[in-house]
């Protein structure tokens, strides 16, 4: 099972917990998490992000060459990290920041030795097509803008960047009482999206699919984003999450890897 | 820190149950006797507690979102808006609570012997009078158990508020929200806190909703 992107049960019918462990119907053949906060939502809202395309994407590349099957499972790096923490059967995990796959390495279920950096995530400013729109970060001061969405720092890596951005440019304080933050980053870009926050702080892979005005914010305005992969388990299917692993570091896997956003330094942003 | 989300949980569910409640008593008055439609009104409050909460946000976020008629509105009359704010969260506890207030309120209304309203209506009180000091008081354990189960349910919303309240510490951030934070985050300190006090208060306000309707059942 691969494991990447949006909510993994965010919630269930009664207003409870997040769902544990693997979805129902999953395979296990190579499991990998990704957080949300690379998945973008499609234009057209039928599902699907720059995670979940890349993902499936590699993954169906992966399928047809090896013939073997990749079953993919999406959800915030920090819940995925826990859920590995606490036995889901993933055999590999991909987290939006290196420090989730570290927490997934302490926990003893994964592989220090497979940790691999797969992008270094970039991040931008949304506005909707036709919206007032914003040339850098410090034009969020102005009251064009009452309300911009970002994802929650707490445990979001692209949330926690675009604070870090924010503070950088001397603004955080000024504009903290219009931040409203989206569970995860695919949710803050909805919420512009849907004009009911102005602006929106997102991941640069999720603009490059999604049509709106685009702001990029230097790199240098927040942490790297070091984004890294690591194989989880042990016996056959952990090595068969490590060729999945070596594809997506490949000539061929980067190229896919960069059609969608995914960086690493030295890789041009296209 | 962990105390800030559980108070403003309180705040928001407290205001949302107080709406239901009494929503729920004209509701349940109004479901209580035969009229054409009554049948998808019912289905209407119901729905709730049946839909998906992500179908429910939905719903909230287009008909009440910044972009909509009635959440422009609003946010021109009061100059903020529904969503992300207090108001939001109230909305979204609300909609769980309905159909719990609404459904008991009936049930109480309709156990009540039709015979003692009338008896208040010879002796010459008004349709008013006679529910307010007759049917509303016989109804009034029924009602007062669907309170608080409305209460616990607008308490613990998870999935509406997530969907439209923008999770603003402070503001949005309830209970629920801040736990789902903190697993993610790893602070498991605080989140254990928060869930070990929230499964103590609906363990308790389920054991006092099974005594209250014990002894109307018995009356």
């Known amino acids: 099972m691969y494991a990447a992107g ?50 499936r994407r590699s993954a169906g590349s992966f399928e047809a060459k090896t013939g073997k099957k990749v079953v993919l499972s999406f959800g915030s790096s920090g819940l995925l990290a826990k859920q590995i923490a606490e036995g889901a059967p993933f055999d590999l995990f991909a987290a939006a920041n290196v420090s989730f796959a570290d927490d997934a390495v302490k926990s003893g279920r994964c592989q220090a030795d497979t940790k691999r950096l797969y992008a270094r995530g970039r991040i931008v400013l949304w506005t909707r097509r036709g919206a007032p729109m914003a040339a850098s970060l410090s034009d969020l001061t102005s009251d064009r803008f009452t309300k ?31 931040i409203v933050f989206g569970e995860n980053v695919r949710q803050a870009l909805q919420f512009a999206e849907t004009g009911n926050a102005d602006a929106a702080i997102v991941a640069l892979s999720l603009a490059k699919v999604t049509d709106g005005e685009v702001t990029e914010v230097p790199e240098d305005a927040h942490a790297p984003l070091d984004q890294a992969m690591v194989v989880c388990g042990t016996g056959p299917r952990a090595a068969v999450a490590e060729d999945f692993a070596a594809f997506v570091g490949s000539p061929e896997g980067r190229a896919i890897m960069n059609k969608f956003g995914f960086v690493l330094p030295g890789e041009a942003v296209k | 820190m962990s105390a800030a989300p559980l108070l403003l949980s309180f705040q928001i569910a407290i205001v949302a149950t107080a709406f239901a409640a009494v929503i ?93 309203v009338l008896a208040a209506r010879t002796l010459g009180a008004g349709p008013l009078r006679a529910f307010l000091s007759v049917h509303l008081p016989l109804a009034a354990r029924g009602i007062l158990a669907g309170t608080m189960l409305g209460f616990a349910r607008s308490l613990g919303d998870f999935g509406v508020t997530l969907m439209v309240a923008g999770n603003i510490p402070g503001e949005t951030q309830t209970a629920a929200l801040a736990i789902y934070d903190a697993i993610q985050a790893g602070r498991d300190r605080d989140a254990t806190f928060m869930v070990a006090f929230l499964t103590l208060l609906a363990a308790f306000m389920l054991y006092a909703i099974t005594k209250l309707t014990e002894r109307t059942d018995a009356r």
Do not use: M
């Open chain 1, 6 to 55: 949006e909510h993994v049960g965010a919630s269930d019918g009664d207003g409870g917990a997040p769902r544990r462990g693997p979805r129902r119907g999953c395979h296990k053949t190579i499991a990998s998490c990704t957080s949300s906060a690379l998945t973008r939502p499609d234009q057209d809202r039928r599902g699907g992000g720059p995670l979940l395309a890349r993902s």
């Open chain 1, 148 to 178: 911009i969405a970002i994802a929650n720092p707490e445990h979001a890596p692209y949330g926690k960047a675009a604070r870090e951005a924010l503070e950088h440019a001397g603004i955080w304080e000024q504009v903290k009482p219009k």
């Open chain 2, 24 to 116: 729920g008593i004209a509701l349940g008055l109004l479901l209580s006797r035969p009229f054409p439609g009554r049948d998808l009104i019912d289905v209407i409050v119901t729905a709730p507690i049946v839909l998906p909460p992500t179908v429910l946000g939905y719903y909230v976020l287009v008909a009440l979102g910044r972009t909509s008629v009635l959440g422009g509105a609003f946010e021109s009359i009061t100059g903020s808006p529904i969503v992300f704010t207090k108001t939001g969260a109230v909305v979204a506890a609300f909609i769980g609570a309905l159909p719990l207030t609404t459904k008991s309120a009936r049930a109480a209304l309709e156990g009540v012997d039709g015979r003692l």
